[in-house]
């Protein structure tokens, strides 16, 4: 039985140990992950704005970070409360900001219209670029799901034995496998699948952590999912 297994094989609470400082959190609607060692504490995306959500991140052994894998409101609802909370620093990329916006929501996501309401935040490090932060942690930027999405990296080293992707949504986890996000939901498909074929292996990872996924998947898992988009 895989390390995997036998994580996800128990009954699961809503934060779970995945592996080294690597935490998950259920936000319901998909997940939040948690890295927490001695040098930082970054949390990736902070889920709808919903209360249960919102007593959840308000266990956390601080946040030094914030990182946004970009501007969908499932993934960025809770981020002023994490923000004043914890005096944690916001990073995303700038161009997504539109999400964040109350005058624009409903242009936005009208199928979503309980997720409208939460509280706008502002940005603390706009990232445009591939950007290191402590701890052995990249973020990346990597277009397609929307022009704003990035990946996050913590790499092998010191507080971890293998190196660990957070996704965000740029595959997703269906009951068929893994796919696409659908193209209604992305602002340009064609640019994430682009991205994905070309871009996404070149990157030095083992694991990939996606937020729309039941549980850890390995780089041959995403080798042979890469492979079958180009057949």
């Known amino acids: 039985m895989s390390i995997f297994s036998r994580v996800f094989g128990r009954r699961r609470g809503y934060i779970e140990h995945i592996l080294d400082d690597v935490y998950r959190i259920n936000l319901q609607v998909n997940y939040a992950y948690y890295i927490s060692n001695d040098e930082v504490k970054i949390l990736i995306d902070t889920g709808i704005r919903e209360p249960h959500n919102v007593k959840r991140l308000s266990n956390l052994k601080g946040v030094d970070y914030v990182v946004l894998t970009h501007g969908h409101i499932d993934h960025i609802g809770n981020t002023r409360f994490v923000k ?19 005058r624009e929501r409903r242009d936005i ?111 041959k898992e995403i080798e042979d999912f890469v492979r079958a988009l180009v057949r």
């Open 109 to 219: 996501m009208k199928s979503a219209r309980y997720f409208y309401e939460f509280d706008e935040f502002n940005i603390d490090i706009p990232i445009k670029e591939s950007l290191e932060l402590p701890g052995d942690v990249s973020v990346i930027p990597f277009p397609g799901h929307t022009r704003g999405s990035v990946l996050v990296l913590a790499k092998a080293g010191r507080h971890r034995k293998k190196s660990i992707l957070f996704g965000g949504d740029i595959i997703v986890e269906e009951k068929i496998g893994l796919t696409l996000p659908y193209p209604k939901f992305s602002e340009e498909p064609d640019v994430l699948y682009k991205n994905i074929v070309e871009n996404l292996l070149k990157i030095d990872f083992d694991v990939v952590l996606l937020s729309h996924a039941s549980r850890p998947y390995s780089r």
């Open 84 to 102: 004043e909370s914890y005096g944690a620093k916001v990073i995303m990329h700038p161009i997504d900001y539109h999400y964040v916006k109350a």
